[in-house]
């Protein structure tokens, strides 16, 4: 074949996501496919009320590249609303429920979203967004107008999902990064096809109608695309009926439905499996607890591990690649030391490449700490309307993850920490996350946040803040003796705090950026000019 024959694709046409529940419920028809509670509904009966949401949609004037805000705690309905959205080929722009009012309107804004659809139990939120000037109709209400509309349009039967391309956006997915300032990252047909197939590959291999799969998370960010990937095996998928986390329910959840999957994040899985409930009652049906978001310290993989045995799988991504980076599978997690390869977040995804680079995006040499960047098909088409944030995070060809690692020569990654972690102290780079690591291995830390703050001397020191585990005892003095010979002097923390809990995102991941201002508030740093 000449190296100059230029092959032209025919078509770029993909499948409409949508369309994976439609074959789901083609297949399987009465099986159970959205459980809450004593609320059981069948694929069959699912997808015909997606297409009346559907075709209610339309109704309202809702196109193809329209964007649809979506606000709504964890419920059957929002699920449907979902793929409804999809169907029509319109953008799904949803929000987390734990968001004020004028922080969602802000996403609506920045999203271009013009049309909304919301939860009666937030009226608030739909008073805020009603009175956008850019909402081209009255919004769809769970709890109050959805069943309606619902009944109306059932006479309308089958919805036929709108015509897309690769590129054509399926869902903006909001990132605040470091800034807090909201990003829309847009994940298209095409690309989120792959990564529901990668998923179901790398995460959940064998995944099909048999397994039942426990919603933990809000919908809104990574436990939607875990559902999305349900859908597309045809898996059950169980709701709890608590908007918290009950560790009590979900545990008589996953004995009741003999749950095989849940998706969360390590200070999630550490709250459920340090819970007496755990041992109340039987959890043996589980064969994937997928956790992600931020890596979990060994000590809680340990904890984890003895009681719920050898059900772990962790990833490393983000929502611009839609969590598809690695992957450290259920048989490479291990109580025993010296049978794992401990502090890796694992090895590339399928179809995924990953690379350590420099300040010029240039690979560096196996074993070298760089910027973390990756390519292929998972990657996200960019960030809607924001060029600033488009160069800074594409660059050499690879997408900039924001994170610091280094690669083994078995293609191994692990994470130093995010980028914005980083401080320097005296010239030196610190990565906290090293440090944290070593000082949650003192059996009365519960959990730690190691920050950067200004200092006179130093340019930067260390600021550690600690929650003790229940009951636990534990001054500055004696942990300064304690990790006298297990931290580099230049590496401890300068400035040691104890709180009752450490601030966490809607997720369960703690956010250093409030943690570097509550610091500020009680005038134990200063504010960085």
């Known amino acids: 074949m000449s190296a100059g024959l230029n092959i032209e694709r025919q078509t770029n046409a993909v499948m409409n996501i949508g369309h994976f529940l439609t074959q789901a419920s083609r297949r399987l028809k009465d099986v159970p496919a959205l459980i809450r509670g004593d609320d059981i509904r069948s694929w069959e009966a699912m997808n015909a009320r997606v297409d009346a949401i559907a075709h209610a949609l339309k ?67 739909i008073t805020a967004l009603s009175h956008l000037a850019q909402m081209q109709s009255k919004p769809i209400i769970i709890g109050e107008n959805y069943e309606e509309l619902i009944a109306a349009n059932m006479k309308h039967g089958v919805f036929g999902e709108a015509y897309v391309e690769h590129n054509d956006p399926a869902w903006f997915f909001f990132t605040s990064g470091t800034t807090g300032t909201p990003k829309c990252a847009a994940l298209t047909h095409g690309q989120l096809g ?25 919908l809104s960010h990574g436990a939607g695309l875990h559902f ?43 709250r459920l499996v340090e819970h007496p409930s755990v041992d109340l009652f039987d959890h043996s049906s589980l064969k994937h607890v ?42 490479e997690h291990s109580l025993n030391d010296a049978q794992m390869r401990i502090g890796t977040c694992g090895y590339a995804r399928t179809g995924m ?45 690879w997408f900039l993850t924001g994170d610091i690692g280094h ?38 830390i519960a959990e730690i946040a190691i920050v950067g703050v200004p200092d006179a001397d130093w340019g930067e020191v260390g600021a550690a803040v600690i ?17 006298a010979d297990k931290v580099a002097r230049y590496k401890q923390p300068k400035l040691i705090v104890f709180r009752d809990e450490l601030p966490k995102s809607s997720y369960g991941k703690v956010e250093k950026r409030r943690v570097r201002e509550l610091l500020l508030a009680d005038g134990l740093i200063e504010e960085i000019h």
């Open 194 to 218: 792959f990564v529901l197939t990668n998923h179901a590959a790398d995460l959940m291999p064998g995944l099909s109608p048999q397994d039942a799969s426990l919603v933990v998370a809000p």
């Open 353 to 397: 490449q990953i690379a350590i680079l420099n300040d010029s995006a240039t690979e560096l040499p196996l074993g070298e700490t760089g910027a973390i960047g990756v390519r292929g098909p998972a990657v996200f088409s960019g960030y809607y309307n924001n060029a600033k944030a488009n160069a800074e995070s594409f660059q050499n060809g």
């Open 407 to 444: 690669m083994d020569d078995a293609g191994y990654v692990y994470l130093t920490g995010r980028k914005s972690d980083m401080y320097i102290s005296g010239g030196s780079n610190i990565y906290p996350r090293e440090i944290e690591e070593k000082l949650l291995e003192h059996p009365a």
């Open 467 to 483: 929650a003790l585990s229940n009951g636990a005892i534990l001054d500055e003095t004696e942990l300064r003796a304690w990790f």
């Open 228 to 270: 999305f990937v349900q859908v597309a095996r045809g898996a059950k998928t169980v709701l709890t009926k608590s908007d918290g986390l009950d560790p009590h329910e979900l545990w008589q959840l996953v004995e009741k439905h003999k749950i095989t999957n849940m998706f969360t994040v390590p200070t999630i899985v550490k």
């Open 59 to 125: 109704h309202i004037g809702v196109q193809k590249g329209d964007r649809v805000l979506l606000h709504s705690s964890n419920c059957l309905d929002m699920a449907e609303a979902m793929y409804a959205i999809f169907k029509t080929g319109a953008v799904l722009v949803p929000t987390n429920f734990r968001l004020n009012p004028a922080e969602i309107a802000q996403m609506a804004e920045i999203s271009g979203a013009t049309y909304f659809i919301g939860n009666a139990d937030f009226p608030d939120h």
């Open 290 to 331: 997928i956790y992600a978001g931020a890596p979990m310290y060994r000590a809680d993989q340990k904890k984890a591990l003895e009681k719920i045995g050898p059900v772990l799988v962790q990833y490393f991504g983000l929502g611009e690649v839609t969590g598809a980076i690695t992957v450290l599978p259920a048989n």
